[in-house]
């Protein structure tokens, strides 16, 4: 019994000496959530005349680039060793790209379509063997739809590396 209360005194010990910082770890963490609000909405807002996608894309990079200065804030308040955790998170980060460099090859080529813009949402095109109306172009993905109305979700490096043939309009250039 003895050794519990020795641990519940140290325990209140501790909590009493770091409380002062975890409650302004935590209110910097609250006040970084609603930071990351704001900046996503103000970044939709500015970006309001650019394409959907591209206003999804900057808003989340936003809202995850405002959350993660809250948290390496609130873990500088308590103290955590910022460059040991970045090198942690670097290793990791290294790991993980290693095992996702088809979902970044995607992603960059999704970014080449959406700045470039080779063809349009409505367009119809053919890629390798598959032919059909462009229905969404995405950051991974472009989607089309078939004349019998099958929808094909084709990856952007396959469009990037491929072929593509674009239908136009047989309409004059003066009565569009």
Not at 15 to 41: C, H, N
């Amino acid at each position: 019994m003895h050794i519990f209360q020795s641990f519940v005194q140290h325990l209140t010990a501790l909590l009493m000496a770091y409380l002062p910082r975890l409650v302004l770890a935590g209110m910097i963490l609250v006040l970084g959530f609603g930071v990351a609000v704001v900046a996503r909405r103000v970044v939709h807002w500015l970006l309001r005349r650019a394409l959907p996608e591209v206003q999804l894309f900057a808003g989340r990079l936003t809202y995850v680039g405002a959350l993660i200065g809250a948290i390496l804030w609130a873990l500088a308040v308590l103290n955590v060793h910022i460059a040991a955790l970045a090198t942690v998170m670097g290793t990791i980060g290294l790991a993980v790209s290693l095992s996702s460099q088809d979902v970044a090859k995607n992603f960059v080529a999704g970014l080449y379509l959406l700045i470039e813009r080779p063809f349009h949402i409505g367009d119809q095109i053919t890629v390798r063997t598959g032919t059909g109306r462009v229905e969404f172009i995405g950051l991974r993905t472009t989607i089309l739809r078939t004349d019998d109305n099958k929808q094909v979700i084709v990856p952007n490096t396959v469009i990037l590396s491929e072929v593509v043939v674009k239908q136009v309009d047989e309409r004059p250039p003066g009565n569009q």
